[in-house]
């Protein structure tokens, strides 16, 4: 499995021991609060070994420190193989530094380069104005609006679907090592 660096950060598959660092951010009320209902530990477990399985998932850290920063991943559609859905989670304490932007860059300059997908899609709910940027800054376009599509802890949300396709994020940014 590949570990991506950019400038400032080094972005390396899931590791046993990053255990407490993903139970941290699953039971973070303020990150959870656009992605899902805080899970029972179990569940949690099951994602964790899930994250540890799958190739294109990774820890985001500072290259000049081990602590984590956030997560992100890149899951390749099983029936479209040149197509992928993304993610991304950055704490609290390291949003509006352009971490989550840098790690975005990142992957999909990956994706394009060392995958073979042609086209990345995002899920993002209306509400998360700060992934929006993210998304909308590194050139994604909103594609789909699905009204009252999601649902956290007994509340509706609208989820906006946003696309980015090869060529049309600029250019090459990091280099898997």
């Avoid at 104005?129 to 789909?144: C, D, I, N, P, Y």
Wanted: charge should be positive; hydrophobic fraction near 40%; include cysteine.
């Amino acid at each position: 499995m590949a570990t991506i660096t950019t400038p400032r950060l080094q972005l390396s598959p899931f590791k046993p021991s990053d255990w407490a660092f993903f139970r941290s951010l699953r039971e973070d009320r303020a990150i959870m609060r656009y992605m899902a209902a805080i899970a029972p530990e179990k569940e949690t477990r099951r994602l964790f070994a899930i994250r540890l399985a799958a190739p294109h998932t990774f820890v985001i850290r500072s290259r000049h420190e081990d602590t984590p920063l956030g997560d992100i991943g890149l899951q390749i559609s099983a029936k479209y193989r040149e197509e992928a859905d993304i993610g991304y989670t950055v704490i609290p304490q390291a949003q509006g530094k352009g971490i989550a932007s840098e790690a975005l860059r990142a992957v999909c300059d990956y994706a394009f380069t060392q995958t073979g997908v042609k086209a990345i899609n995002a899920y993002v709910l209306a509400d998360n104005a700060g992934s929006v940027r993210v998304l909308e800054k590194m050139g994604f376009v909103r594609t789909q609006v699905l009204e009252q599509a999601y649902e956290i802890d007994g509340v509706r949300y609208d989820d906006w679907v946003y696309r980015l396709e090869c060529g049309a994020g600029g250019t090459a940014f990091a280099r898997p090592t």
